[in-house]
């Protein structure tokens, strides 16, 4: 009986651990991101719309239009350079989460806007928790 026991404890550790690892996702930024890649289609609004409802994100979200300047997430950078600018995030405050899709003005460096992204974000800007990465990408005047 205790050997039945043992092998059938082991065979549902073996199962557990295979059902653990073998899932091929990548991060809630990552999936976003190939999501946005995916299909760029209409306006930054459009896009962050579909973007919040990804199965993915496993809270109710809300998207709200931004302008250049002070953004949250970037400290006290200011950014600009885009024509129409989106932020999608969670409705409680407390999930170190928020995302962006930006519409570039003609003549903007995209590789350049990213990069400013990049330097100036802020993974502490929610002041009591911290995201645990910063995930940018771009399709044509489009910037996550």
């Known amino acids: 009986m205790k050997k039945l026991l043992a092998v059938l404890?082991?065979?549902?550790?073996?199962?557990?651990?295979?059902?653990?690892?073998?899932?091929?996702?990548?991060t809630v930024g990552e999936t976003l991101l190939e999501d946005f890649k995916g299909?760029?289609?209409?306006?930054?609004q459009d896009i962050a719309d579909r973007l919040i409802a990804n199965e993915i994100i496993?809270?109710?979200?809300?998207?709200?239009?931004v302008e250049p300047g002070l953004l949250a997430g970037f400290d006290n950078a200011e950014?600009?350079?885009?024509?129409?600018?989106?932020?999608f995030a969670p409705m409680m405050g407390t999930i170190p989460f928020v995302g962006y899709v930006f519409d570039l003005e003609?003549?903007?460096?995209?590789?350049a806007f990213m990069q400013t992204l990049?330097?100036?974000a802020d993974?502490?800007?929610?002041?009591?928790?911290?995201?645990?990465?910063?995930?940018?990408?771009?399709v044509g005047s489009k910037v996550f």
């Open 9 to 26: 404890l082991i065979a549902v550790m073996v199962m557990s651990l295979a059902a653990c690892g073998s899932g091929n996702a990548g």
């Open 39 to 44: 299909d760029v289609t209409g306006s930054a």
């Open 58 to 65: 496993e809270f109710a979200g809300t998207t709200m239009p």
């Open 79 to 87: 950014i600009t350079g885009f024509k129409e600018g989106v932020m």
């Open 106 to 111: 003609e003549g903007t460096d995209g590789a």
């Open 118 to 120: 990049k330097d100036n």
């Open 123 to 138: 993974l502490r800007w929610n002041v009591c928790v911290e995201a645990d990465e910063m995930v940018t990408g771009s």
